[in-house]
Each structure stands twice: as C-alpha cells, then as structure tokens.
C-alpha cells in the first residue's frame, strides 16, 4: 500500500472502486480497465454496505456505481458522498428518466452513462471524470433535453446529518405527491381543501430546503417513504 501510495502521488494513476449487484458486470470492467496503465481498480462491492465500508478505507479517486442495481438505491450515492466527497461517481444504469437523473446528480453523481454505451463511451466517461470533468452518455443527453433539464442549476443535497422533522400529515402528503398525485386528489382523498394541501406542500418543501418536486420525491426515497423500485422504475422509458 505504500508503494501504492507512492506511486500513485508520481504519476497520473486513478484508483477506482466497482460497484454493482452483478458479478458479470463488474469483472468485465475491471478486466478492461486493468488493461490500462492509468487506472488501478481498488476492489468490487455488490451491495451498500460492503461498498461503504470499503470507501472508508480505501479513498478511492472514482467509484463507478449502478445506482440502481439490486442491493443499491439513489440513497446509496448520498451516503457515499457523506463518506468521501473527494470520490468521483460515475452512474452507470440500466434504465433512466429525467427524475432519476435529477436525484442522482443532486445527491452527488458528476457524470451519467448507460449500461447499453459502447466499451468506448463508458472508458471516456471514466477518463473525462478523472479529469475533473463531467460526462453524460449521447441517451443520458436526449433525455436531459427532452425534459428540459438544467444540470447547471440543479442543488446538492445537505450533506449535513441535521434530522429534519415532518408532521404525520406531511409526511402522508409527500408519499402521494411522490406517487404522482395532484393537489386535488391529494385534498379529496384527505377532505381537505386545495389550499390547506398546497400549504403543506411548501412547509415541506420549506423544511427539506428544497424548490421543486423533484427533490421532494428524492427525499421521500431516500427517507424510505417511497420505494425507488416502485417509483423509478415505473416511469422509466
């Protein structure tokens, strides 16, 4: 490891770590990438907690993550942000749609990539983002324009463990608002009138600091509220 270290502050080395829920997966893109005298794959995770725990020892430079995978979620990529922010993720997915991608950079996601790209694409995601830059695939892109998108202008999530406190009827409100529901039906399912469920709309999203709905559904995911297969899944294309 010393060596390692060495080595690794004299030249132009990027330790990365994989993670994914399939074996397949990942040994495919460490066997490329070990090819490379640039990149040195650190190890695999094929669930949270194993990456998590890995992340706290090893500091790797990149993780590249299917956020989405069975044993992963959105929630995983905010709490690998909370464990090393100097790590670069790279999602690589299977399926997307706006909303995913949205949740997936607020929590801290810098570049965004298909798992149906070429070998070509998915190695220039890496090489940009070790860079410092940002890479989205040419699908990632169409779907960032088709639902007018601004990834400039798109808040992280706190980072901070400050709890946030919602009232039972809020918390009620933000599951069916997640669930696609609007104002009214929200109201006639609770006999309430549509100004009393608009204002707990912006209490909520007050005390999540946030400004669209999007980020409300990401924390109603992220909270368990909502589950992201049932949600994300659903509305992907």
């Given at each position: 490891m010393v060596l390692y270290n060495y080595l690794r502050s004299m030249s132009a080395i990027t330790s990365i770590i994989i993670a994914d829920s399939s074996p397949l997966f990942r040994f495919g893109l460490k066997t490329v990438l070990e090819r490379d005298e640039r990149y040195v794959v650190l190890g695999e995770a094929e669930s949270e907690a194993e990456l998590l725990q890995m992340l706290t020892l090893e500091k790797p430079d990149l993780l590249v993550l299917d956020c989405l995978a069975s044993g992963f979620s959105i929630d995983t990529v905010l709490q690998c942000a909370r464990a090393?922010?100097?790590?670069?993720?790279?999602?690589i997915t299977a399926?997307?749609?706006?909303?995913?991608?949205?949740n997936a950079l607020r929590a801290g996601i810098t570049s965004y990539i298909k798992k149906d790209c070429s070998m070509s694409e998915v190695l220039e995601?890496?090489?940009v983002t070790g860079q410092g830059?940002?890479?989205?695939?040419g699908q990632i892109l169409d779907a960032i324009r088709r639902e007018s998108i601004d990834v400039s202008d798109l808040d992280l999530v706190d980072l901070t463990c400050d709890p946030v406190v919602l009232t039972q009827r809020e918390i009620q409100v933000l599951?069916?608002?997640?669930e696609g529901m609007t104002n009214?039906?929200?109201?006639?399912?609770f006999f309430l009138s549509n100004h009393?469920?608009?204002?707990?709309?912006k209490n909520i999203m007050q005390k999540l600091g946030v400004n669209n709905t999007a980020s409300m559904v990401m924390y109603a995911v992220k909270s368990g509220f909502v589950s992201p297969n049932k949600f994300l899944f659903q509305q992907s294309n």
């Open positions: 090393n922010r100097k790590t670069r993720m790279i999602a399926s997307q749609n706006g909303l995913t991608i949205v995601a890496i090489e830059g940002t890479f989205f695939c599951i069916l608002i997640s009214v039906q929200i109201a006639d399912k009393t469920v608009n204002t707990h709309r």
